[in-house]
Structure formats: C-alpha cells, structure tokens
C-alpha cells in the first residue's frame, strides 16, 4: 500500500506541474544529474581506452546504470531508516521526476493548436522537444505526424516503463531504468561516433524496454476500444507491423495507435540532413488534420492511465495475497 500512495501522488505532482522549466541548480533533476554523470564517465573512458571503445561503452553501462541503482537504494533505505515521517512525500516527488505524461501531451497539444492556428515556424521548433528527426522541411501533415509517433514512442519510456519498474523493485529500479534510457538518447547512436561506444546502451535500452513496449500497445488497443475505435483492429496491426520498425521496441505501440486512429505512421523522415527510409505502419489514412492528433493525446493519456491503474491492482493483489498465505 505504501507504494501505491507514493505512485499516486507521484502522478498527481505530474498532473499538477508536468516538468517545471527551472535552471539546473535550482532544479537539480535527477535525470540532469544522470546526463551530466554520463557526460563526464564517457569523456575519461574515451581517454584511458580509447582503443576499444566497445568495452568502454560496456563499463559505462555498469557504473550509470549500476552506480545510479546502488547511489538511490542507499537514499532511499536511509530515508525510510532516519526520515520515515517524509518518506512517503520525498519518493513521492523522486518518483515523479520519472514520469512524463503531462509533459508529452502537453507539449503535443501546443504543437497541434500552433499547426491549427497556422503558425507553423513555431510547431517545428516546438516539435524538436518531442522528435529527433529534422523538423525545418516539414509541413502541417509531417508535423502532426510526427506529434503521433512521438506519442506513441515516448509513452512507454515516459511513462508506462518507470511505473512498471517502480511497481517491480521501487525508486532504485525506476532510477536504474531512467538511467538506462537517458544512456541511449545520449549514446546509443550508430554513427560513427558512437556505433561500438555506444553499442551496450543500445543493446540494454532494447531490453529493458522489451515488456514495457509491448504493454503500452497492448493499453492503447483497450483505449481504443474505450473511445469507441474497437479492439481487434489495433491487435491487429500491432501484431502485423509492430516489428516493422527498426527498432524492437518502438513500432509496436506505434502500429497499436495505427490502428486505434486508423491512420498510417512511418515512412521516410529526415534525421541529419539524411533521408532514413522506415516502413509504413498501420493502413488507414494519413493524420491530415489536427483532429487526428488530439486523438492520439487523449489516447495516449487514457491508455497510460489504465495500465497504471491495471499494473497498481495487479501488485496489490499479489502483496495482498502473499500476505495471507
């Protein structure tokens, strides 16, 4: 149960106040705090190996994610130990820096409304926060498109995926995940820079995302069904082009909203000035208006909220009935 509380209001302090946008030594962000940790590893690895970048990305791996688990689980036992009375609110508000559900659909609904309004310089450089591809080129349609697939992608890391492993093994484990996702947005690459140095943050982010991915489809599908869209539908194309995608992870909530909106994803994008060609996921129609898009938020949070609720239920009855056997 008191896991539970802290998840609430971990989401409830979401709701409220998303991300706020302070300066980092007023808002010492515990992600920020992994970045920078990550930053200054990889900088005296690439100087004391430099001749097996591989096996220095492997020990960056070990002392992030590692590091991160071990540094929290002290924290917090001591927390719990000397502090018990500001536990509950403490966690609370570390478990919170995990979560980001407002602020992706946030951030997605002022892209949409700038796409609605026209002011379409302003929607590019807003969608730069939610996608990696190159926004300059794009107009009213690869933009909203793009506001899909972001949400569709980002749900489960943002949101879904530190629940579920709060929910497993507490703040430390949540923190751990944090730090295994925010070590492949910083390296897991393959360019050149970064193909074998950033090869076991690559790898590790695929598997620690495995079961989180596949849940968040799975959500979005009963979502679907929930706004009226039907359930077999999305099974459907998630189970058809959920591995399209070149990633092992990421189409398969992607192709899950597909079929939920009854629109198609993907396809060829710009990422570095290079036309990266990727699949078409899903079969319906193109998202040509904003309206498809709104959709795609409410989905998103909808679907984020059932499979935290239904993920909560499911471990409050496990612990409830290893209580009483």
Known sequence: MHRIIVLGLALALDFAIGEPALPFYFWPHPVRIIGKAVELIEWVLRKIMPEIPRLGGIVLCLLVVGGTYWVTLIAVNALERDFSHWAVPVLAVLLYTTIALKGLTGEAAKITGLVKAGEMDKARK???????RDTGGLDAQGVLKAVIESLAENAS???LAPVFYYLLGGIPLAMAYKAINTLDSMVGYKNEKYRLFGWASARLDDLANLLPSRITGFFFCVASSVMGSGFIGPVRTMLRDGRKHP??????????MAGGLDVTLGGPALYGGRTVEKPFIGSGPLPLDAERAEAARR?????CLLGIILMAAVVTGLAHGLLHE
């Open 126 to 132: 807003g969608l730069k926060s939610l996608a990696g």
């Open 157 to 159: 890391d943002g949101v």
């Open 299 to 303: 989905l998103t949070i909808l679907g």
């Open 247 to 256: 990633s092992p992870n990421s189409g398969v909530p992607m192709a899950a």
